[in-house]
């Protein structure tokens, strides 16, 4: 596969479920990235990783926890959210923070549904 | 700090005519300016960039960007919309100085009318 995936693509979960939204880039970009999408904020920037390393957290709750075991991927893992939680979950991946490419490349999203 | 403003939640516009996306920015220094297009059910994608040089910025599908310094604007252009191009169109800004990431704006709606 090309460019950055994620999985799975929709999701409907309790608020007491535990679960994980995986993201996979292909591109050998060094920083990733976690936006979520909602009607009533449309492009949330939540966690911002370079090199592996988380570099912003927007006063994100603890209830998402993200992790970044290498340059290639990015997981956010769910527990006990809440149903304003729903929303598109977008992973993207650029190289490098400030260098000259460094548009973003965005996957299609993950659709998630908290019951 | 660095902003970016888009003033339309919603542009119609009908099928043939030129159409206009507006976008102003606010940077410390010099800014990198960018354009995304979201389909429905799709994540960003790409339109264009401007970085140095030119004001006039060509993308895909057709469309370009003007760089305003003196307006601090970069709204997005296409001389003859299609109805293809309804979607979500995203302004996105940083510093040149900065190492931060991208900071976009809420987001313009097009929709182009047959």
């Known amino acids: 596969e090309t460019g950055v995936t994620q999985t799975p693509r929709h999701l409907v979960m309790g608020m007491t479920n535990k679960k994980s939204l995986k993201c996979e880039q292909h591109l050998g970009h060094n920083a990733m990235y976690w936006y979520k999408q909602s009607a009533k904020k449309p492009l949330e920037l939540m966690f911002v990783?370079?090199?592996?390393?988380?570099?912003e957290n927007n006063s994100v709750p603890s209830r998402f926890s993200p992790e970044c075991p290498n340059s290639s991927h990015l997981f956010l893992h769910l527990h006990t959210l809440q149903p304003e939680d729903s929303a598109l979950y977008l992973c993207?991946?650029?190289?490098?923070?400030?260098?000259?490419?460094?548009?973003?490349?965005f996957g299609p999203g993950t659709r998630l549904t908290v019951l | 700090a660095q902003s970016v403003a888009q003033p339309e939640d919603q542009v119609n516009v009908a099928e043939g005519n030129p159409l206009t996306v507006k976008c102003t920015y606010s940077?410390?220094?010099?800014?990198?300016l960018f354009w995304y297009v979201q389909y429905p059910n799709r994540g960003l994608q790409f339109l264009l960039k401007?970085?140095?040089?030119?004001?006039l910025v060509k993308g895909s599908y057709g469309f370009e960007a003007e760089f305003n310094k003196s307006q601090t604007s970069f709204h997005l252009k296409k001389p003859s919309a299609l109805v293809s191009d309804s979607a979500l169109y995203f302004c996105a800004v940083r510093d040149v100085g900065g190492n931060t990431p991208l900071v976009f704006g809420k987001g313009t709606r097009l929709s182009v009318i047959a």
């Open positions: 940077v410390s220094g010099n800014p990198y």
């Open positions: 990783y370079s090199l592996e390393e988380r570099v």
């Open positions: 401007y970085i140095t040089g030119d004001n």
């Open positions: 993207a991946s650029s190289q490098g923070l400030s260098g000259y490419y460094n548009e973003q490349f």
